[in-house]
């Protein structure tokens, strides 16, 4: 599976952005998908995950209310529309997908990230 993510870029804080992944190749399999992102000098972390069956979603404490992951599944192509901006937001955000059912870190697939920059 091949994932490519999109829509990072640079907005003023209190904006928003849409970040778009699309799954190419063995995508008849089901997969959990799911963001991750990287801020300069930190680890990578959990930002959200949606189901395969049932599109539940998980997110992470302190992006719940502004942050929503959704996806077209006929497309092969996960979403994650970013509200209500912080700096603490900045980050490299990766895609990633994981042979259902996954969880938050059992994720097989990776895609290159997208810049996100939040600026004050």
């Known amino acids: 599976v091949q994932l490519q993510a999109s829509g990072g870029g640079l907005v003023q804080a209190g904006g928003s952005l849409r970040l778009s992944c699309a799954a190419s190749?063995?995508?008849?399999?089901?997969?959990?998908m799911g963001w991750f992102r990287q801020a300069p000098g930190k680890e990578r972390e959990f930002v959200a995950r949606i189901g395969w069956n049932d599109g539940s979603t998980d997110y992470e404490d302190s992006v719940k209310g502004r942050f929503t992951i959704s996806r077209d599944n006929a497309k092969n192509t996960v979403y994650l529309q970013m509200n209500s901006l912080k700096p603490e937001d900045t980050a490299v955000y990766y895609c990633?997908?994981?042979?259902?059912?996954?969880?938050?870190?059992?994720?097989?697939?990776w895609g290159k990230g997208t810049q996100v920059t939040v600026s004050s």
């Open positions: 190749g063995r995508t008849s399999s089901n997969y959990d």
């Open positions: 990633a997908a994981g042979i259902y059912p996954s969880g938050r870190y059992g994720m097989d697939y």
